[in-house]
C-alpha cells in the first residue's frame, strides 16, 4: 500500500512538473501563424533537419531552405548524405507546400548551411550553400549558388563560386558561407559574409545581379557566422557571433566595406549561436523610418528563449525584446511578408522541431 501510494505521488508530482514546463514554454500569445515544417519525427529516414533560411520572393511568396541531414544530425565534415530541401507559400504562410528537395548528391558528398538573396531588380533568388566530397576530399569545403527565376519554383543546377570569394590558400581550411541570409543594398549590389576561422569574416557579394562574384580582402574579427545589414545612411553593419563571450559583436563600415570599426554589443546577449536580423522601411505618420529587426536566442548561456529586439537608430541602442518562445531554441531567420507582417523561420526544441511563426510589426512593436 506504501509502495503504491509513493508511486501515485511520484507520478503525480511528475505530471506536475511536466505540465507547468508546458504552462512556461508557450508560445507568444500575439503569434498569427504557427506551422512546424520540418520535424524528423515525420519521417524515420531522417535524422535531422538544421539551418534554417528564410526569404520573400518578389512577387510575395515565401521559401523556406533547410537542411535535411540523413544519417546523423552532425555538421557537414561529420554527414555523408546532407541535402537541401524547401518548402513554399503563396498565403503569407497560412499554407505550406510540400517539402521538395533541391540540392541532392550522391551519398559521399553532402551540402548543408542554406542562405538566401532576394534580387529585387531581377526577381531572381541566390540560395548558397557548402558542399563537401567526404570520400574524396575530406575537410575541404567549396562554396556553391544555386539560382531561382520563378519565386522559388524552379532551380539552376549548381555553380561553383569557390575560386570567386576564396584565396587559393584557403583550399584545406575550415570555412563556410553564413546560412540565413544576405541582403541587396540600395544601389543594387548583393552583399553576403563568409568566415575562415583561421583568418575571420570577410564580405562577397555581387555587382552584376550574380553573374560574378567579388571579394573584399577585410577579415573581420571576432566573428563566426555573421548577417549583414544596411542602415539608413547606406553604412554597413555585420552582426556577429561570437564564442565564449556572452554578447554579439558589431562591424560597421561607412565606405562599403573597405574599413570597419568593431565594437562588443552588450545589449545583444547571446549563447554562441546564430542569429538573425533585417532592416525594415515603414511608413508612420507619413514618413518613411527604418527599423532593424534582430532575433536570436536571447541568454548568455543557452539556446533557448527566442527573442525579437528593435533598434530605431541603426543599432545604437535596442529594445528590450519581445518572446517569441521561452523554450529550447537556436538558429533563426527572419523576414518581411507581402502583408507587411514579419516572418520567424526558427530551430525548437533541440532542433526536434523547425517552426514557421508570424506577427505584425504593431504587436512586435507594443509594450
Given at each position: 500500500?506504501?509502495?503504491?501510494?509513493?508511486?501515485?505521488?511520484?507520478?503525480?508530482?511528475?505530471?506536475?512538473?511536466?505540465?507547468?514546463?508546458?504552462?512556461?514554454?508557450?508560445?507568444?500569445?500575439?503569434?498569427?501563424?504557427?506551422?512546424?515544417?520540418?520535424?524528423?519525427?515525420?519521417?524515420?529516414?531522417?535524422?535531422?533537419?538544421?539551418?534554417?533560411?528564410?526569404?520573400?520572393?518578389?512577387?510575395?511568396?515565401?521559401?523556406?531552405?533547410?537542411?535535411?541531414?540523413?544519417?546523423?544530425?552532425?555538421?557537414?565534415?561529420?554527414?555523408?548524405?546532407?541535402?537541401?530541401?524547401?518548402?513554399?507559400?503563396?498565403?503569407?504562410?497560412?499554407?505550406?507546400?510540400?517539402?521538395?528537395?533541391?540540392?541532392?548528391?550522391?551519398?559521399?558528398?553532402?551540402?548543408?548551411?542554406?542562405?538566401?538573396?532576394?534580387?529585387?531588380?531581377?526577381?531572381?533568388?541566390?540560395?548558397?550553400?557548402?558542399?563537401?566530397?567526404?570520400?574524396?576530399?575530406?575537410?575541404?569545403?567549396?562554396?556553391?549558388?544555386?539560382?531561382?527565376?520563378?519565386?522559388?519554383?524552379?532551380?539552376?543546377?549548381?555553380?561553383?563560386?569557390?575560386?570567386?570569394?576564396?584565396?587559393?590558400?584557403?583550399?584545406?581550411?575550415?570555412?563556410?558561407?553564413?546560412?540565413?541570409?544576405?541582403?541587396?543594398?540600395?544601389?543594387?549590389?548583393?552583399?553576403?559574409?563568409?568566415?575562415?576561422?583561421?583568418?575571420?569574416?570577410?564580405?562577397?557579394?555581387?555587382?552584376?545581379?550574380?553573374?560574378?562574384?567579388?571579394?573584399?580582402?577585410?577579415?573581420?574579427?571576432?566573428?563566426?557566422?555573421?548577417?549583414?545589414?544596411?542602415?539608413?545612411?547606406?553604412?554597413?553593419?555585420?552582426?556577429?557571433?561570437?564564442?565564449?563571450?556572452?554578447?554579439?559583436?558589431?562591424?560597421?563600415?561607412?565606405?562599403?566595406?573597405?574599413?570597419?570599426?568593431?565594437?562588443?554589443?552588450?545589449?545583444?546577449?547571446?549563447?554562441?549561436?546564430?542569429?538573425?536580423?533585417?532592416?525594415?522601411?515603414?511608413?508612420?505618420?507619413?514618413?518613411?523610418?527604418?527599423?532593424?529587426?534582430?532575433?536570436?536566442?536571447?541568454?548568455?548561456?543557452?539556446?533557448?528563449?527566442?527573442?525579437?529586439?528593435?533598434?530605431?537608430?541603426?543599432?545604437?541602442?535596442?529594445?528590450?525584446?519581445?518572446?517569441?518562445?521561452?523554450?529550447?531554441?537556436?538558429?533563426?531567420?527572419?523576414?518581411?511578408?507581402?502583408?507587411?507582417?514579419?516572418?520567424l523561420f526558427f530551430e525548437k526544441e533541440d532542433y526536434k522541431e523547425n517552426v514557421?511563426?508570424?506577427?505584425?510589426?504593431?504587436?512586435?512593436?507594443?509594450?
Amino acid at each position: 500500500m506504501v509502495m503504491k501510494l509513493t508511486t501515485f505521488l511520484f507520478f503525480a508530482v511528475f505530471q506536475f512538473i511536466v505540465h507547468a514546463q508546458n504552462e512556461n514554454y508557450k508560445i507568444a500569445d500575439g503569434i498569427i501563424e504557427y506551422h512546424d515544417l520540418f520535424n524528423a519525427s515525420n519521417n524515420s529516414e531522417i535524422s535531422c533537419y538544421r539551418i534554417p533560411s528564410i526569404i520573400t520572393a518578389k512577387n510575395g511568396d515565401l521559401v523556406v531552405a533547410i537542411d535535411e541531414r540523413v544519417p546523423s544530425c552532425g555538421d557537414l565534415k561529420w554527414s555523408k548524405d546532407i541535402n537541401i530541401v524547401i518548402r513554399r507559400s503563396t498565403d503569407n504562410g497560412k499554407t505550406w507546400s510540400s517539402i521538395e528537395k533541391i540540392v541532392d548528391f550522391p551519398e559521399g558528398q553532402s551540402a548543408s548551411d542554406p542562405s538566401m538573396i532576394l534580387d529585387k531588380i531581377t526577381g531572381e533568388i541566390f540560395l548558397f550553400y557548402n558542399f563537401m566530397d567526404l570520400d574524396k576530399e575530406l575537410n575541404v569545403y567549396y562554396f556553391h549558388v544555386i539560382k531561382s527565376n520563378d519565386n522559388g519554383k524552379t532551380w539552376s543546377q549548381p555553380e561553383d563560386i569557390t575560386s570567386q570569394i576564396s584565396k587559393p590558400e584557403w583550399h584545406n581550411d575550415f570555412k563556410f558561407i553564413t546560412s540565413g541570409r544576405g541582403i541587396q543594398t540600395e544601389n543594387g549590389i548583393l552583399l553576403h559574409c563568409l568566415v575562415n576561422l583561421e583568418s575571420g569574416m570577410h564580405v562577397f557579394g555581387s555587382k552584376d545581379h550574380g553573374k560574378s562574384w567579388f571579394f573584399i580582402d577585410h577579415p573581420l574579427a571576432p566573428a563566426d557566422e555573421s548577417k549583414i545589414v544596411e542602415l539608413s545612411d547606406n553604412s554597413l553593419m555585420i552582426n556577429s557571433r561570437t564564442n565564449n563571450q556572452g554578447n554579439r559583436y558589431v562591424h560597421t563600415s561607412n565606405d562599403a566595406g573597405n574599413t570597419w570599426i568593431t565594437t562588443s554589443e552588450t545589449e545583444l546577449i547571446d549563447p554562441s549561436c546564430n542569429a538573425s536580423i533585417i532592416s525594415h522601411k515603414f511608413i508612420e505618420d507619413g514618413v518613411e523610418k527604418n527599423v532593424l529587426l534582430f532575433a536570436n536566442a536571447n541568454s548568455t548561456t543557452k539556446r533557448e528563449n527566442m527573442t525579437i529586439k528593435l533598434s530605431y537608430d541603426d543599432g545604437e541602442t535596442w529594445s528590450k525584446g519581445k518572446t517569441i518562445y521561452p523554450g529550447s531554441s537556436a538558429y533563426s531567420s527572419l523576414t518581411i511578408l507581402k502583408n507587411g507582417d514579419i516572418g520567424l523561420f526558427f530551430e525548437k526544441e533541440d532542433y526536434k522541431e523547425n517552426v514557421f511563426v508570424s506577427f505584425s510589426f504593431n504587436w512586435l512593436n507594443s509594450n
